[in-house]
């Protein structure tokens, strides 16, 4: 009766390791949506650059 719950379990044992080692790996999460470069980013240049024009004038 010991022997046969110890074949038992260990063929249970290697039938979950099969499966869990063959299955499949989840897929990879879809790209993020990209963020546009409009005129926020232009204007933020623009003033850093009038900023940097000014203190350069001013020494």
Do not use: E, H, N
């Not at 390791?17 to 546009?36: E, H, K, R, V, Y």
């Amino acid at each position: 009766m010991k022997t046969i719950l110890i074949i038992t379990l260990t063929v249970l044992f290697i039938l979950v390791l099969t499966s869990i080692g063959f299955s499949q790996p989840p897929p990879l999460p879809a790209d993020p949506d990209q963020a546009p470069i409009d005129g926020g980013l232009a204007l933020l240049a623009a003033a850093g650059g009038a900023y940097a024009y000014r203190k350069l004038r001013r020494k």
